[in-house]
């Protein structure tokens, strides 16, 4: 590390610097010259924007990052500092951070909490240089790998323009790109500002191997999409083999496959629906959110058949009679247990969505100890759970009230209804809950309903 120099003395490294007491530690010293900058009222003569840029650049980069020395951090708000600052106590915090915890009146310090006898803050100029020195020293080795990955990256993506590489080598060529953007994601804009998004798309057809088509859909799905490149993708050629990779493929590949085309979706004006209303594709994610091995293909699948459901509601016939809800009921009974609730949730949210059609309820109902398992998972794993629980129990409840209630009351739904209602949900699903505990109550006496729910109080 280069030399620095703080009131005529040569700091020659952080250790030193740490050593020697000059930083502000517990039983630090506060140097000669910060007391002479604060007497003046100067500020360190570190650029504090210059400093924000830096670390605003590196944190969105993506960048893999380097473990920021424990001086540079702020006691109070554990971030790196810009513009560190001294108390009477030793102790060295961020200006602002430190001046609100005094404006609160406070007299304390906040890592010591000792007393203040002087509330002056000193700058800490030694320890400004070192971090603006530090965080400098990191930028210009984040800029200089960005500068050799950027030319890395457009020198391949120019050789498979200009055709020059064919084969394996084109895999090989298109493997590398894919792992300069997984190591460097600011290389990401770069391949998207030269086109080379459309050009990608354009390697993308009926007779593109999949061993090319899976390193391309792997890119594109972590790319920013112009409208030129979607409108590509959206080539039934394109979509064929996109598909055919979805069923095929590796998990890696089928992932990057329902990325892609999620991404695609987002487009509403130029998206066409019949690209996911056929079987095949629907098939693919279907057999994705079955093989459990995979937690990760089984979000991506989940998240994409959700959002199909959500916005073409002319493909939920289609889900239901390629066996969709059995399949959505067994990754239910699969995590009873709670263990991956966000995977609860999607399967819930699309099972409210399929309930809203006849066939949907019907599905549901003939699905063995489904009844049983939406009301286990009633205030198990968050409200949105809840919510959709209750909402398909309904739905079947209006096709097979007499069936329904009493698969429900077995099962111990009053008493999770009750506990729904006392809880904090919101308004509309405690509205749901008191309709379905007046619907279970129906087929029984007040005093045959409260012994079979096992309550020890009356139902108003």
């Not at 990760?296 to 809800?325: D, F, H, M, Q, Y």
């Not at 399967?347 to 809203?356: G, M, P, T």
């Amino acid at each position: 590390m280069p030399q620095y120099v703080e009131g005529g003395a040569q700091v020659l490294d952080l250790a030193t610097a740490v050593k020697d007491g000059i930083l502000g530690g517990p039983t630090g010293l506060i140097p000669f010259s910060a007391r002479k900058d604060s007497v003046h009222g100067a500020k360190p003569e570190t650029n504090l924007s210059d400093l924000k840029r830096m670390m605003s650049e590196l944190e969105a980069s993506g960048d893999e990052p380097e473990e920021v020395p424990s001086v540079f951090i702020c006691p109070i708000s554990l971030e790196p500092m810009v513009d560190p600052v001294t108390l009477c106590t030793g102790q060295t915090y961020e200006r602002a951070h430190i001046q609100r915890w005094l404006a609160m009146g406070r007299c304390t310090c906040p890592t010591t909490m000792q007393e203040l006898w002087d509330e002056v803050v000193t700058p800490n100029t030694t320890l400004s240089c070192l971090i603006h020195t530090w965080f400098s020293q990191r930028y210009t080795r984040f800029k200089k790998r960005a500068e050799d990955v950027d030319g890395r990256a457009s020198e391949l993506v120019s050789a498979l323009r200009s055709r020059q590489i064919k084969g394996q080598a084109r895999v090989q060529a298109l493997k590398e790109i894919r792992k300069i953007i997984n190591s460097h994601p600011s290389v990401k804009k770069s391949v998207t500002s030269s086109g080379g998004t459309a050009f990608l798309a354009s390697l993308l057809g009926p007779f593109t191997s999949h061993a090319v088509g899976s390193e391309v859909v792997a890119v594109l799905s972590q790319l920013q999409l112009d409208q030129e490149t979607r409108l590509l993708l959206m080539q039934p050629g394109k979509i064929s083999l996109i598909t055919d990779m979805l069923n095929e493929g590796t998990i890696e590949t089928k992932v990057s496959c329902a990325g892609l085309i999620q991404t695609l979706m987002e487009d509403e004006s130029g998206f066409r629906s019949e690209i996911v209303s056929s079987p095949s594709l629907l098939v693919g994610l279907l057999r994705l959110i079955k093989d459990r091995r995979h937690l990760n293909g089984v979000s991506s699948g989940l998240a994409l058949l959700k959002s199909i459901c959500t916005k073409r509601p002319e493909t939920r016939g289609l889900l239901v009679g390629l066996g969709a809800v059995p399949k959505l009921v067994d990754l239910i009974s699969a995590n009873s247990n709670l263990s991956q609730p966000d995977l609860l949730e999607s399967a819930f949210q699309i099972l409210d969505i399929i309930s809203s059609i006849l066939d949907g309820q019907v599905a549901i109902k003939e699905c063995k100890n489904v009844i049983p398992n939406l009301v286990r998972m009633i205030m198990r794993v968050s409200e949105e759970c809840t919510r959709c629980s209750m909402n398909v129990l309904s739905s079947v409840w209006e096709m097979a009230p007499e069936e329904c209630a009493k698969s429900a009351v077995e099962a111990g739904l009053a008493a999770k209804l009750l506990l729904v209602m006392q809880s904090g949900c919101a308004p509309e699903v405690k509205q749901r809950s008191a309709e379905l505990l007046k619907l279970c109550s129906l087929n029984y006496t007040a005093t045959l309903f409260i012994s079979k729910c096992k309550l020890t109080r009356t139902i108003q």
